[in-house]
């Protein structure tokens, strides 16, 4: 847990960082997703082989076309336009889950949730049953 961080569901980072929904999930997440029978987020990834014991996994990969995505399909939109939400936040990536690393961090990447230590915690619900993604979806 930061101390004197509250995230405010701005969407910022997993809109505009694109390591956020383009690049490696760590071999914790795979193991999570597959111990919770997360196949919705397993066919979204692709594994590389690099060797014995050395495995890269990338997302996010949309299972149909083969293409990297645009946007990441979990994020979804809040219908009043006040910022978003993920929909796997319980099962989120590491990287995910760990932004900001810090607080410099945080400066250097344009996440505000070291600004106001008060302001309440925005981000975050965990929809189940897992739903099919295609589509960015709003959320009220
Ligand atoms: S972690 Fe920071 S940039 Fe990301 S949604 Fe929260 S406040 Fe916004
Ligand atoms: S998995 Fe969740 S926290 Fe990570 S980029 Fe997607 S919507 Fe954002």
């Known amino acids: 847990m930061r101390s004197n961080f509250n995230c405010r569901g701005c969407g910022h980072c997993c809109l505009n960082l694109v390591d956020a929904y383009q690049g ?6 795979v193991q999570r997703w597959q111990k919770h029978g997360r196949d ?22 949309d299972p149909d076309t083969g293409d990297d995505v ?10 009043d336009g ?3 939400l993920c929909c796997i936040n319980t099962v989120k990536p ?3 889950r760990n932004f900001p690393e810090h607080r ?8 505000r949730g070291y600004d106001d230590p008060a302001a309440p915690t925005a981000f975050g619900v965990s929809i189940d049953p897992p739903v099919s993604r ?7």
Do not use: F
């Open 134 to 140: 295609k589509k960015p979806v709003s959320l009220g």
């Open 40 to 61: 919705d987020l397993l066919q979204w990834m692709q594994t590389l082989d690099l060797g014995p014991g050395n495995q890269l996994h990338t997302v996010w990969i």
């Open 94 to 96: 590491d990287h995910c």
């Open 70 to 79: 645009e946007r990441c399909p979990w994020l979804l939109d809040k219908i």
């Open 104 to 111: 410099q961090h945080a400066a250097a990447t344009g996440c």
């Open 24 to 29: 490696c999930v760590s071999d914790a997440d």
């Open 82 to 84: 006040s910022g978003h």
